[in-house]
């Protein structure tokens, strides 16, 4: 584990969110289940693309709102509602609480929030032009070395979709 890693933690979607998803997502509508035929969708479970064949449950989560609930914060207008893929049942969850290696070769924007669940600004991490890893361990120690930063969202470039969020560790 780096130095830059001791300061945040990447989470999943909570084990106790994903079991109200699993009956009804966030815009009230039952999970689209699914058989990935090719492998690939990312999975907000347990942050790992899916196996080709494998089943998965397309659901729409509103990450902030979440968040803002438990924290009392008040988003307003920043409360989104999106698609994410999950696993249909319970599984093993992350492997860890830092930077998931598989997304270390992709674009990500990662979006950064006040306590009130505001956004202060976001940053577009790249892969290098030498195949290197992004430096996004970097980036989310410089976010969280501003102590306004409450939570920040990772999201997906091409469709903007929620695919995990960082905080400071409990």
């Not at 997502?25 to 289940?33: H, K, M, Q, R, S």
């Not at 195949?131 to 969280?144: D, R, Y």
Request: negative net charge.
């Amino acid at each position: 584990m780096t130095t830059a890693t001791r300061v945040f933690e990447v989470r999943a979607i909570p084990a106790e969110v994903l079991r109200e998803l699993r009956e009804a997502d966030d815009a009230g509508n039952p999970p689209t289940l699914m058989t990935d035929a090719a492998g690939g969708s990312p999975l907000r479970c347990c942050l790992r693309p899916s196996e080709p064949g494998e089943r998965v449950a397309l659901v729409s989560y509103a990450p902030l709102r979440r968040w803002a609930r438990e924290c009392g914060a008040e988003p307003g207008p920043y409360d989104e509602v999106g698609p994410v893929f999950i696993h249909p049942a319970p599984c093993a969850g992350p492997d860890g609480t830092g930077y998931p290696e598989w997304l270390a070769s992709r674009q990500r924007v990662l979006r950064c929030y006040d306590a009130g669940g505001k956004i202060l600004g976001g940053r577009l991490i790249a892969p290098r032009g030498d195949g290197s890893p992004v430096p996004v361990e970097s980036a989310l120690a410089e976010m969280f070395a501003d102590p306004r930063v409450a939570v920040v969202h990772g999201r997906a470039v091409e469709f903007g979709c929620f695919t995990f969020e960082v905080r400071r560790p409990d």
